[in-house]
């Protein structure tokens, strides 16, 4: 018995009832960028089921280069997938919230102690940090609209998850950005 084992008794529940789909565009046509939280899962949040959405999560839901790469991956194959003659923009949905435990990175003290135990550059850690989620999800929406991999393919909008009360507000409208 491990920690797993009552999951995957909920998995076989879960393939009993399962019905195989084949690789096709997403049905919500969003990609979903999110904090790695326990607490904000986008599947229960925002209803998402399978097939919906490419979610990808990092501490903090934050911008990087990997993530970029991964977005510019997933709109080639997203042009594939449509026939590669009808280049459609792929909207992306970059949700930071509130109590993020990344937060306590903005606290150089923490921080200095977090990248001595980790061995982690302090920037690194810095570049992760969600203290104030309407803040860097304006960033994060920004560097994706200006990032070079993804010119002309994205529209970018920007959310805040509110843990208190389990909403979503939308921060930064996709309309800005045309
Ligand atoms: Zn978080």
């Known amino acids: 018995m491990t920690r797993i084992s009552p999951l995957l008794e909920r ?77 459609t923009r792929v909207e992306i949905a970059v949700i930071h919230h509130t109590q993020c435990g990344t937060g306590l990175l903005a606290d150089p003290a923490f921080r200095h102690r ?7 550059a302090e920037t690194t850690l810095a570049a992760s940090a969600v203290a104030d989620p309407r803040l860097t999800v304006a960033g994060d929406v920004e560097r994706l609209r200006t990032a070079p991999l993804l010119a002309d393919k994205v529209t970018v909008s920007g959310h805040v ?9 939308t921060t930064v409208d996709t309309r800005q950005a045309d």
């Open 11 to 87: 998995n076989e529940q879960f393939a009993r009832t399962y019905t195989p789909g084949t690789l096709g565009l997403p049905t919500s046509g969003l990609i979903v960028l999110t904090c790695l939280d326990h607490r904000v899962d986008p599947a229960i949040v925002l209803g998402l089921r399978l097939g919906d959405a490419p979610v990808i999560r990092n501490a903090g839901g934050r911008v990087s280069q990997a993530v970029i790469e991964d977005i510019a991956y997933l709109t080639f194959l997203a042009d594939q997938i449509a026939g590669g003659d009808t280049p």
């Open 114 to 120: 977090a990248a001595e135990a980790t061995h982690l």
């Open 161 to 169: 998850y509110d843990l208190a009360t389990g909403r979503v507000t």
